[in-house]
């Protein structure tokens, strides 16, 4: 960036590039909290890790880094499972471990993103404990049904739909006499946004973090936010005979719903809000896995930009350099004008780039990634070319590869891309005293 702007005459998308916002020419770093870096020897990275190696994100020339969650969370995802949406896990920190790794980003002039995981809570959650027992106004907080009965009298679910974890998106609650939806885990109850209250209290999560100096949020799996409340069945998508896993039906009325769309220019409000009384720019970047329409559709509705998954999605180890520069030009020609593109190789969800291809080409889309126009976001542990591990189905800790039973858990746990940071040849590759980690190095 810094050379960028002494040599005056660049210009991106016509627009001379020092007239840019900062986050539209970005090289953006995921950190995974918990294999980053360890600072107590628990075995499990923390912030005050982070705080500790953001000098290591100054020498690559990263200008921002968004956390997976380190909110308070009984792990069932991984953080992606919510009790507290203001809080700091104890596991991860505190609240002030939390604003000291803000202040010292901020005197190192790197942005800091957070993760905004908005489709759903932990079941654990006390807006949830307080639905399950019918308590107003939090009853109506979740998607709960009663069921569908069947001609001979019995009660069964609402309907046909899945988790994307594997199995039906239902589960029956005694307490309540009904089910309750959830699009992930059991224990990952969907948010109801048809009620008002809860629109209202996840815009106050947005606020109460940009108040803490937050740049911006990256959006958790936006496209399963609404639901059509129709509850009708799904139709077979034709893909797999397996009726357990999520491919099996073509998923109409649970994801990419208008309404979503709606809600998503909603939180760009808040933002605009927020930066006019603040003189600030916040950035709201979407994760959809969607089709190149639908995909396209989030930057017209106030998403800074959806991510950019083609080089995951749309490549292989056989591609060739044609097929690169397809996929490169359909982003550029679909994104609507003016808009910011960005490119993303990897992530927590899908298997390290020198594990899909072979490290010659890992090395070659890295650099292409920081080549091309826009934001380009690296998952942390891919500078150094790091491997995908092999893990047992004894030592599997994804909750989507325990599901997926001993025989597939190896085509469906993310375990093998997590695994923690190697930084040096020390103890546990210098990511822990302890020689023993929540997953092996
Ligand atoms: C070392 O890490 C393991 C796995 O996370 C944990 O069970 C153990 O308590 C840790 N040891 C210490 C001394 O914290
Ligand atoms: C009613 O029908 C459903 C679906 O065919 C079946 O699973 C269930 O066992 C039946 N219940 C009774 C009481 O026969
Ligand atoms: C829900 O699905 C029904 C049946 O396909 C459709 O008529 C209705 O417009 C949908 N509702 C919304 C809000 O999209
Ligand atoms: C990427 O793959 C999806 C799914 O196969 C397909 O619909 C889309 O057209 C592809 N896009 C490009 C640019 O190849
Ligand atoms: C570990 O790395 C240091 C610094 O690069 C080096 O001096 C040392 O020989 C290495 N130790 C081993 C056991 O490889
Ligand atoms: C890439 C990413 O963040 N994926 C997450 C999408 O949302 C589900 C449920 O919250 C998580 O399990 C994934 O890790
Ligand atoms: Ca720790
Ligand atoms: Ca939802």
């Known amino acids: 960036m810094k050379l960028l702007f002494t040599l005056g005459l660049l210009t991106f998308a016509g627009i001379p590039i020092n007239c840019l916002e900062w986050w539209q020419s970005m090289s953006l770093y995921q950190i995974y909290p918990r294999s980053f870096k360890d600072s107590d020897g628990d075995g499990v990275g923390d912030l005050k890790g982070i705080e500790e190696k953001l000098p290591h994100l100054v020498n690559l020339g990263v200008d921002a880094f968004w956390i997976s969650p380190t909110y308070p969370s009984p792990m069932i995802d991984f953080g992606y499972d919510i009790s507290d949406f203001k809080g700091v896990d104890p596991m991860f920190g505190t ?26 809570t932990s079941d654990q959650h ?26 001979n009298g019995t009660m069964a679910k609402p309907n046909n739909w899945l988790s994307v974890f594997g199995g039906p998106a239902w589960t029956w609650r005694d307490e309540r006499q009904a089910y309750y939806l959830h699009q992930f885990d059991p224990a990952q109850p969907d948010l109801n946004y048809h009620n008002e209250k809860v629109v209202q209290e996840m815009k106050d999560v ?26 009708l069945d ?18 109409i009325y649970t994801t990419n719903q208008q309404e979503t769309y709606e809600m998503v220019q909603q939180w760009r409000d ?21 089709s190149p329409e639908l995909t396209m559709k989030y ?4 998403s800074h930009f959806p991510f950019n998954f083609l080089f995951i999605e749309n490549l292989s180890k056989s591609s060739s350099a044609g097929d690169y520069k397809n ?38 889309i890295s650099v292409m990634l920081l080549l091309l126009p826009g934001v380009s976001v690296a998952y942390n ?10 893990i047992s189905y004894e030592d599997t800790q994804d909750p989507q590869g325990c599901n997926a039973g001993k025989e597939n858990y190896e085509s469906m746990s993310r375990d093998p891309e997590r695994t923690p940071f190697q930084w040096d040849n020390t103890t546990s590759a210098g990511f822990s005293t302890n020689s023993t980690t929540w997953l092996p190095v």
Not at 128 to 151: E, R, T
Not at 234 to 251: R, S, V
Not at 339 to 346: D, K, L
Request: some cysteine; glycine content about 6%.
């Open 95 to 120: 609240m002030e471990d939390f604003e000291n790794l803000i202040k010292t980003a901020q005197k190192l002039s790197l942005k800091v993103i957070m993760d905004y995981v908005p489709n759903h």
């Open 126 to 151: 006390e807006w949830f404990q307080k639905s399950l027992k019918n308590i107003a106004p939090y009853n109506d907080y979740y998607v709960w049904h009663p069921g569908k009965k069947l001609s």
């Open 206 to 231: 947005l606020v109460f973090w940009l108040e803490k100096g937050v740049n911006g949020f990256r959006v958790d799996a936006i496209p399963h936010l609404f639901e059509n409340t129709s509850y």
């Open 234 to 251: 799904e139709p077979l998508a034709g893909n797999t005979d397996n009726p357990e896993t999520y491919g099996y039906l073509d998923h």
């Open 270 to 290: 808040v933002f605009d809000a927020f930066d006019a009384a603040n003189g600030v720019t916040s950035v709201m970047m979407t994760e959809a896995y969607a």
């Open 299 to 302: 930057y017209n509705y106030g």
């Open 327 to 364: 996929i490169i030009d359909s982003w550029m020609k679909d994104m609507p004008a003016g808009c910011t593109a960005n490119w993303v190789a990897g992530n927590h969800d899908k298997p390290r780039l020198v594990s899909r291809y072979d490290e010659n080409i890992a090395q070659a």
């Open 381 to 390: 542990g891919e500078e150094i070319g790091m491997e995908n591990k092999w």
